[in-house]
């Protein structure tokens, strides 16, 4: 497989990058994320991820387009108010980038779709907005080892981290937020968020799925990354394996 006139053209400026070139441009060609939640985070992560040429982007998402989403959900149009996320998204990132499929599923996801729609997939990136739909698609990434990138704001502050629990040294989500984590913190809707922070946190989760395919520079499995964007200050945690983990951790010993 190789990459045509048009697509040189259009990603030149990815494989004129030592660290990408032609052969990590094919990988993401050749890749298929699959994209929870086509909000706020959601759309920066789609905008980025079509753009840079992901072969099939599997959107899940079972909102319509709200008023109260356009301040920061770029991917929508005041037109698109009524539409499902998924098919919104789906026609402009066809728009975008007619290289790309772009598969919209407008549902919910539960326990029984998420290892459907994550099997196979290269990456899963979680920017959803309810802990259910978290822990789904964290243990369904981590019992098919598909790398999962996690990501969420609220009012001036967000967070990422990368999961790949099923490695030695490597924590899963579980290990991060405990075997019985606490339910939903404030949504957006009740605690408001600025718009430009989905943007840096959406982007800098679409650079992660990029780096866990290309891959590029320094591993991030394992690492968090803390914002907060009212003193425009970063942090980054090295998250410990919990050995004790009922998700990731050393199974007892049969017999
Ligand atoms: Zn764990």
């Given amino acids: 497989m ?37 909000g706020g985070i959601g759309s920066p992560v789609l905008h980025y991820l079509a753009a840079a040429g992901v072969g099939r982007l599997d959107v899940i998402d079972d909102d319509r387009v709200d008023a109260s989403n356009l301040q920061r959900q770029t991917l929508y149009t005041t037109d698109d108010l009524g539409v499902p996320k998924a098919q919104a998204a789906a026609t402009a990132l066809a728009r975008l980038n007619p290289h790309v499929e772009v598969v919209p599923h407008v549902t919910r996801l539960g326990r029984d779709e998420a290892g459907a729609l994550i099997d196979g997939a290269d990456a899963v990136i979680d920017g959803s907005d309810n802990f259910d739909t978290r822990l789904a698609v964290a243990d369904a990434s981590l019992a098919r080892r598909v790398a999962l990138v996690s990501a969420a704001v609220g009012r001036f502050e967000g967070q990422i981290g990368v999961f790949r629990g099923w490695e030695a040294d490597r924590p899963c989500y579980r290990c991060f937020v405990g075997a019985a984590p606490q339910r939903d913190g404030l949504t957006c809707a009740e605690e408001g968020v600025l718009g430009p922070v989905t943007g840096v946190v959406g982007s800098l989760a679409a650079l992660e799925v990029i780096r866990q395919i290309a891959p590029f520079g320094d591993d991030s499995a394992g690492k968090l990354v803390l914002i907060d964007l009212l003193a425009l200050r970063f942090r980054t945690l090295s998250l410990p394996k919990d050995p004790g983990c009922p998700a990731c951790g050393a199974p007892a010993t049969a017999g």
């Fill in 2 to 38: 190789t990459l045509g006139p048009d697509e040189l053209a259009r990603y030149a400026r990815h494989i004129v990058l030592p660290e990408i070139g032609g052969a990590g441009q094919l990988r993401l060609r050749r890749a298929r994320v699959a994209v929870v939640g086509a």
